[in-house]
């Protein structure tokens, strides 16, 4: 999976596509990824003895195939790549070629 934590990402498919958005937290195994704002789904709270009972609004996982990484440089979605220098592993732009980080 190519996208992680903290990039920014800008949604290409669904009911939130053109948003853009900060990972919170990726689930490689399961190839999904948190958006900051993006796929909110309302949870309804019980009520406990130390909590009032409240409607939250959080997000939900979005699949990794509509998301797209965003780069600030190009100001532009693109793709990611890697290239390896020896041992070293880096992440690439594919419309430029420039390291992405």
Known sequence: MKIK????????????????GKVLKAFPKDERVLVEG????????KQTRKERA????QEGPIHVSNVMFFDKKS??????GYKIEGKNKTRISKKTGQPVE
């Open 5 to 20: 934590k903290d990039d920014t990402v800008m949604v290409i498919a669904g009911k939130d596509k053109g948003k853009k």
């Open 38 to 45: 993006v796929n909110v789904q309302t949870k309804h709270q």
């Open 54 to 57: 409240e409607i939250k609004h």
């Open 75 to 80: 100001n532009s979605p693109v793709r990611i």
